[in-house]
């Protein structure tokens, strides 16, 4: 990755063995994706919400088929 991974996704993303594992099977594309709007954020907890938000998503999501549509919870409308 060409920017610097956010210490609170690090931290969120550890913490849970699932998680580490579905963000490492994702194109490297598509974890940019996840990643750049939570550098975005200035706030250390709103940046620790977001990435809980986007990686209990990615769980969600049926193994395989995951997508950035699956991360930003629009399957669930």
Same mark, same amino acid.
Not at 27 to 55: H, N, T
Not at 58 to 68: C, F, N, S
């Given at each position: ?6 210490e609170?996704?690090?931290e969120v &993303? $550890?913490q849970d063995h699932e ?8 194109r490297? #594309?598509v974890q ?8 975005q954020?200035?706030?250390?907890d709103?940046? &620790? $919400? ?6 209990e998503?990615?769980k969600r999501?049926?193994? #395989? ?11 669930l409308?």
């Amino acid at each position: 990755m060409r920017f610097k991974v956010p210490e609170e996704f690090t931290e969120v &993303i $550890e913490q849970d063995h699932e998680r580490r594992e579905r963000f490492d099977s994702l194109r490297m #594309g598509v974890q940019r994706a996840i990643i750049y709007p939570i550098i975005q954020i200035k706030s250390s907890d709103k940046k &620790i $919400e977001k990435s809980i938000f986007f990686l209990e998503n990615l769980k969600r999501a049926q193994k #395989g088929e995951e997508t950035m549509h699956h991360v930003l919870g629009k399957d669930l409308l």
